[in-house]
Protein backbone atom coordinates (compact mmCIF):
# COMPACT_ATOMS: atom_id res chain seq x y z
CA UNK A 1 0.00 0.00 0.00
CA UNK A 2 3.19 1.91 0.30
CA UNK A 3 2.12 3.49 -3.33
CA UNK A 4 -0.61 4.57 -2.67
CA UNK A 5 0.74 6.25 0.07
CA UNK A 6 2.93 8.36 -2.57
CA UNK A 7 0.04 9.03 -5.38
CA UNK A 8 -1.99 10.24 -2.79
CA UNK A 9 0.47 12.33 -1.39
CA UNK A 10 0.76 13.72 -4.68
CA UNK A 11 -2.26 14.47 -5.68
CA UNK A 12 -2.74 16.38 -2.15
CA UNK A 13 0.62 18.53 -3.11
CA UNK A 14 1.42 17.20 0.54
CA UNK A 15 4.58 15.17 1.93
CA UNK A 16 3.65 13.09 5.37
CA UNK A 17 5.94 10.06 4.96
CA UNK A 18 7.80 11.98 7.64
CA UNK A 19 8.23 10.03 10.62
CA UNK A 20 10.26 9.37 13.88
CA UNK A 21 10.40 8.01 17.00
CA UNK A 22 11.04 10.12 20.31
CA UNK A 23 13.59 10.40 22.24
CA UNK A 24 14.45 11.58 25.74
CA UNK A 25 15.10 15.01 24.70
CA UNK A 26 11.60 15.39 22.91
CA UNK A 27 9.76 14.06 25.19
CA UNK A 28 10.82 16.68 27.81
CA UNK A 29 8.22 18.62 25.46
CA UNK A 30 4.89 17.14 27.51
CA UNK A 31 3.87 16.72 30.58
CA UNK A 32 3.91 13.24 31.25
CA UNK A 33 7.16 12.93 28.92
CA UNK A 34 5.53 10.00 27.49
CA UNK A 35 5.27 10.95 23.89
CA UNK A 36 6.15 8.06 21.63
CA UNK A 37 6.11 8.28 17.82
CA UNK A 38 5.41 10.30 15.00
CA UNK A 39 4.35 7.39 12.17
CA UNK A 40 1.85 8.25 9.38
CA UNK A 41 -0.93 5.90 8.98
CA UNK A 42 -1.57 4.31 5.50
CA UNK A 43 -4.20 6.17 3.31
CA UNK A 44 -5.91 3.29 2.34
CA UNK A 45 -7.05 2.65 6.39
CA UNK A 46 -7.58 6.52 6.36
CA UNK A 47 -10.31 6.10 3.53
CA UNK A 48 -12.08 3.09 5.66
CA UNK A 49 -12.40 5.24 8.35
CA UNK A 50 -13.55 8.33 6.42
CA UNK A 51 -16.74 5.95 4.68
CA UNK A 52 -17.17 4.05 8.42
CA UNK A 53 -17.42 7.82 10.28
CA UNK A 54 -19.13 9.54 7.44
CA UNK A 55 -18.86 12.82 9.64
CA UNK A 56 -21.61 15.98 9.04
CA UNK A 57 -21.46 19.36 9.04
CA UNK A 58 -22.09 19.47 12.78
CA UNK A 59 -18.79 17.17 13.62
CA UNK A 60 -15.70 18.67 14.93
CA UNK A 61 -12.75 16.31 14.22
CA UNK A 62 -9.49 16.24 16.36
CA UNK A 63 -6.54 14.57 15.57
CA UNK A 64 -4.09 14.29 18.69
CA UNK A 65 -0.68 13.93 18.14
CA UNK A 66 -1.49 15.26 14.46
CA UNK A 67 2.54 14.65 13.10
CA UNK A 68 2.62 15.79 9.61
CA UNK A 69 -1.18 15.68 9.25
CA UNK A 70 -2.24 13.06 6.70
CA UNK A 71 -5.75 12.20 8.44
CA UNK A 72 -6.31 16.18 8.86
CA UNK A 73 -6.48 16.05 4.79
CA UNK A 74 -8.42 12.74 4.28
CA UNK A 75 -10.81 14.23 6.70
CA UNK A 76 -10.87 17.63 4.94
CA UNK A 77 -12.65 15.53 2.01
CA UNK A 78 -15.40 15.08 4.12
CA UNK A 79 -18.53 16.90 5.03
CA UNK A 80 -17.64 17.65 8.69
CA UNK A 81 -17.83 21.16 9.74
CA UNK A 82 -14.05 21.53 11.46
CA UNK A 83 -10.72 19.66 11.07
CA UNK A 84 -8.24 20.20 13.98
CA UNK A 85 -4.91 18.95 14.42
CA UNK A 86 -2.70 18.92 17.53
CA UNK A 87 0.71 18.31 18.29
CA UNK A 88 3.90 19.15 20.63
CA UNK A 89 6.41 18.69 19.15
CA UNK A 90 8.08 21.91 16.97
CA UNK A 91 9.11 19.86 13.77
CA UNK A 92 6.06 17.83 13.30
CA UNK A 93 3.93 21.36 13.66
CA UNK A 94 6.38 22.45 11.01
CA UNK A 95 5.82 19.92 8.41
CA UNK A 96 1.92 19.59 9.01
CA UNK A 97 1.37 23.69 8.42
CA UNK A 98 3.78 23.69 5.54
CA UNK A 99 1.71 20.75 4.27
CA UNK A 100 -1.86 22.73 4.91
CA UNK A 101 0.07 25.74 2.79
CA UNK A 102 1.02 23.35 -0.26
CA UNK A 103 -3.20 21.34 0.29
CA UNK A 104 -4.63 21.28 -2.90
CA UNK A 105 -7.61 19.96 -1.41
CA UNK A 106 -10.85 22.20 1.20
CA UNK A 107 -7.94 23.29 3.35
CA UNK A 108 -10.16 26.45 4.97
CA UNK A 109 -11.66 23.92 7.35
CA UNK A 110 -8.61 23.09 8.74
CA UNK A 111 -6.87 24.57 12.24
CA UNK A 112 -3.33 23.39 13.36
CA UNK A 113 -1.89 24.23 16.88
CA UNK A 114 1.08 23.18 18.88
CA UNK A 115 -0.20 21.78 22.58
CA UNK A 116 0.26 18.86 25.19
CA UNK A 117 -2.89 17.18 24.72
CA UNK A 118 -2.35 15.97 28.40
CA UNK A 119 -3.41 19.82 29.23
CA UNK A 120 -5.89 20.53 26.60
CA UNK A 121 -9.08 22.20 27.19
CA UNK A 122 -12.05 20.52 25.08
CA UNK A 123 -15.29 21.98 23.64
CA UNK A 124 -17.02 20.55 21.19
CA UNK A 125 -15.21 18.55 19.11
CA UNK A 126 -17.20 15.19 18.06
CA UNK A 127 -14.59 12.89 16.36
CA UNK A 128 -11.24 11.94 18.45
CA UNK A 129 -8.44 10.30 16.79
CA UNK A 130 -5.59 8.44 18.42
CA UNK A 131 -2.72 6.69 15.97
CA UNK A 132 -0.84 5.87 19.95
CA UNK A 133 0.89 9.04 19.72
CA UNK A 134 1.40 9.00 23.32
CA UNK A 135 1.70 6.73 26.61
CA UNK A 136 -0.74 5.82 28.73
CA UNK A 137 -0.70 8.60 31.54
CA UNK A 138 -1.32 11.33 28.87
CA UNK A 139 -3.91 8.41 27.19
CA UNK A 140 -5.80 8.80 30.79
CA UNK A 141 -5.34 12.63 31.46
CA UNK A 142 -6.96 12.56 27.71
CA UNK A 143 -9.94 10.60 28.47
CA UNK A 144 -10.19 12.94 31.82
CA UNK A 145 -10.75 15.78 29.67
CA UNK A 146 -12.72 14.78 27.27
CA UNK A 147 -15.54 13.28 30.01
CA UNK A 148 -15.15 16.59 31.22
CA UNK A 149 -16.25 18.30 28.41
CA UNK A 150 -19.22 16.47 27.41
CA UNK A 151 -20.30 16.42 31.30
CA UNK A 152 -19.84 20.56 30.61
CA UNK A 153 -21.51 20.06 26.85
CA UNK A 154 -23.36 17.18 26.24
CA UNK A 155 -22.87 15.55 22.70
CA UNK A 156 -22.08 12.65 21.35
CA UNK A 157 -18.48 11.80 20.43
CA UNK A 158 -16.66 9.10 18.96
CA UNK A 159 -12.91 7.85 19.82
CA UNK A 160 -10.82 6.17 17.04
CA UNK A 161 -7.92 4.71 18.15
CA UNK A 162 -6.29 2.06 16.55
CA UNK A 163 -5.54 -0.58 18.95
CA UNK A 164 -2.76 -1.40 21.29
CA UNK A 165 -2.46 -2.82 24.56
CA UNK A 166 -3.50 0.63 25.97
CA UNK A 167 -6.70 -0.02 25.07
CA UNK A 168 -8.00 -1.13 28.26
CA UNK A 169 -7.99 2.68 29.35
CA UNK A 170 -11.02 2.52 27.05
CA UNK A 171 -12.99 -0.62 27.95
CA UNK A 172 -12.07 0.40 31.35
CA UNK A 173 -14.01 3.95 31.21
CA UNK A 174 -17.88 3.20 31.79
CA UNK A 175 -18.89 6.15 29.47
CA UNK A 176 -17.52 4.51 26.69
CA UNK A 177 -18.85 1.60 24.88
CA UNK A 178 -16.97 -0.19 21.49
CA UNK A 179 -19.29 0.96 18.76
CA UNK A 180 -17.12 -0.67 15.95
CA UNK A 181 -14.14 -2.58 15.15
CA UNK A 182 -12.54 -1.65 11.80
CA UNK A 183 -9.74 -5.13 10.96
CA UNK A 184 -6.91 -4.59 8.81
CA UNK A 185 -3.85 -7.00 8.35
CA UNK A 186 -1.58 -6.03 11.25
CA UNK A 187 -3.98 -4.41 13.39
CA UNK A 188 -7.21 -2.40 13.91
CA UNK A 189 -9.14 0.90 14.43
CA UNK A 190 -11.74 0.26 17.32
CA UNK A 191 -14.31 3.26 17.07
CA UNK A 192 -15.52 4.15 20.86
CA UNK A 193 -18.91 6.25 21.60
CA UNK A 194 -20.16 7.79 24.20
CA UNK A 195 -23.84 6.32 25.76
CA UNK A 196 -23.49 9.19 28.67
CA UNK A 197 -22.17 11.84 29.99
CA UNK A 198 -23.05 11.48 33.39
CA UNK A 199 -21.38 7.59 33.90
Known sequence: MKALDWVADARYGIHTRY?????????????AQDATRNIPMLYHRLFVLRRYLKPSPADVFIDLGCGTGRPLFVMAYSDAGVIRGVDFHEVAVRHCTNNLAHYRGPKSKIIIYRADCATLCFTNETIFYLYNPFGPVTLAAVLKRIHNSITRNFRPIRICFYETEQRKLLDESAWLVLEKTLPFPGGRFLIYSSHSASA
Open 19 to 31: MKNYEADDRKGTA
